[in-house]
Structure formats: C-alpha cells, structure tokens
C-alpha cells in the first residue's frame, strides 16, 4: 500500500492537485483544487464546487480511477504523480492513493516511488529536493 | 479553433511568459495519467506543442486513445483554462506527408522538433532544469475545446 511522506502531504495539502479523470472508454476530464487533506497513509481529500461534482460526476461513478499532478508551484517543484481510486460523499472528492511516480524530468522521470521502502522514499527526496513543502 | 493572444502567451516556455502546464492523457480503458511538461509552444494558432522528453506512459496512452487535456498550471494568473482535443505524438522518420488533425508532421518538425535551439531553457532555475534537454519529438493537440477550470464555473465552455 502506498504512503505518502510529509513532503508530498505538505505540497498536496497546500496547493492542491490538478485531477484527471475519464469515462470507462478514455475520454478525459480535468478539475482544479488548490488545496487538500492528507488522512492516514494515503486518503487524499479535496472538497469541489458543484460545479466540479457535475463534471467528474459521471466519470468517477463509471471510472473511479484518477490521477492528481500537483497544482501550482507544485507542478515544478513537487514531481510527483499519484494515481487511485476514487469516490464522491456529497461535495468531497475522496482518493485511495495506490501509486506514487516521480515526474522530476530527466533519468528518474517515470520511477515508481510506492514500492519503495517508506525510507528509501524519504531517502530519495531528501537528496533530490531541498524543499519540505510550499513556500510560506 | 484558433487560440487568443492572450492563450498564446500562456502556451509559450515559462521563461517567456507562459506557464508550466499539467498534460493530461489516459489509456483506451480510461486509466488517466497526468504530468506537468515545462517546453510548451503553439503552432499555427490552432495547436498546443509540447517537446517529448522521452514521456512513457504518455507515448502508450497516445498511441492507443489519441486525445488529450491540458491545464494551466504554474503561474495560473487568472489563466484557470483546460485544453481538449486529438494528441498525439510525432517524431522524425514520418512519411513527409504525414499529416495529424491538418498539421503536417514535417512542418511541425521543422519548427519544433529542436526546443534547445529555438528557446534555450536558459530561465529556468538550474535546481529544476532538466539535466539535458533532450527531446524525441513533438507532442501536438488539435484544440477543438477550451473550457474553464476555476471551481464555480467549471466546465463552462470559454472557446
């Protein structure tokens, strides 16, 4: 099972994630939420406007797997991808993390980080990043 | 559908104005794949380019479900636009006449398919420049939609 560090709690958390989503037969669908809320390991929780839950609606009932790119600076500095499965409770989008990838361009673009051990994980972006999160 | 002044500037490198953005793709079962790309261009007013630098799953996801989204993401600036339409990529070795969508592989090539030279990542901060630039080909979308991500209103169709 995936586990998130407290780096990518921190940019997910703080900036939020660019979420894709597609019908059963690939037609993709992206929302925009710029914050979110880390539980446990892996839940990643992100509350939407109706207008957001009438456009994944439909998707994440036929197709609940998503994917989520950190949103703005994130997208530079926070090269991660997390890919789950996903449900709606009312107006919050709720995402069972099960894989984490890291996206920082050049040889590691691509690499599966979740299966990993959890201190190889912190290990790696401990010498790959300086950051521990978004700026304040 | 042609691309505003305003959509170009977003749609160039970040260093000239424009913005990282996040492409989104999925495989033909609809496992969905998103990815910020940081050399993103425009060609002919009605294509969204982005240089291939060896992207994997994007490539197999193309290859069988050609279509793409693509959001504005670092600096939004108000810019909250999600891209829709035919992507796919192309790379040298095309018959040259090879066409996707109208655009012809060749001219798409010719103009793009060496990013280093045409707009040297010279502004980006050497912690997050990649090590090399060094690009395959060219991921190019057909715009056909644009529609608007900001929470209220999203989906409202903007072109």
């Not at chain 1, 009932?61 to 709606?88: C, D, H, M, T, W």
Request: charged share 25%.
């Amino acid at each position: 099972m995936a586990k998130l560090t407290p780096r990518m709690r921190n940019w997910l958390e703080g900036l939020g994630a660019h979420i894709g989503t597609a019908t059963k037969k690939g037609f993709p669908t992206v929302i925009v939420v710029d914050s979110a809320k880390v539980e446990g390991d892996n839940i990643v929780k992100f509350q939407l406007a109706d207008a957001q839950v009438e456009q994944i609606k439909q998707n994440i009932e036929e197709n609940p797997r998503v994917a989520l790119g950190p949103g703005g600076l994130g997208s530079i500095r926070a090269a991660y991808q997390f890919k789950g499965s996903a449900r709606l409770e009312g107006n919050t989008l709720i995402v069972e993390v099960n894989e984490i990838y890291c996206t920082k361009p050049g040889p590691e673009a691509a690499l599966r980080l979740d299966v990993l051990p959890y201190e190889s994980i912190i290990k790696f972006e401990n010498t790959r990043w300086r950051d521990t999160g978004p700026p304040k | 559908m042609k691309l505003t002044d305003e959509m170009k500037e977003a749609l160039s490198i970040i260093g000239g104005g424009g913005a990282v953005v996040h492409l989104t793709t999925c495989s033909a079962d609809g496992k969905p794949n998103t990815v910020a790309e940081r050399f993103v261009g425009v060609f002919k007013d009605e294509y969204i380019v982005i240089a291939d630098m060896f992207a994997q799953k994007t490539r197999v996801n193309l290859f069988e479900n050609p279509i793409g989204v693509i959001t504005i993401a670092h600096p939004v600036k108000g810019r909250t636009w999600a891209f829709r339409g035919p992507t796919t990529i192309l790379q040298e070795g095309l018959p040259p006449d090879y066409k996707f969508h109208g655009a012809v592989a060749k001219e798409v090539l010719d103009e793009w398919g060496n990013w280093a030279e045409k707009e040297p990542p010279s502004e980006v901060p050497p912690d997050i420049k990649p090590p090399r630039l060094v690009q395959r080909g060219v991921i190019i979308m057909k715009v056909e939609e644009c529609y608007s991500y900001k929470p209220e209103e999203a989906g409202k169709k903007i072109l």
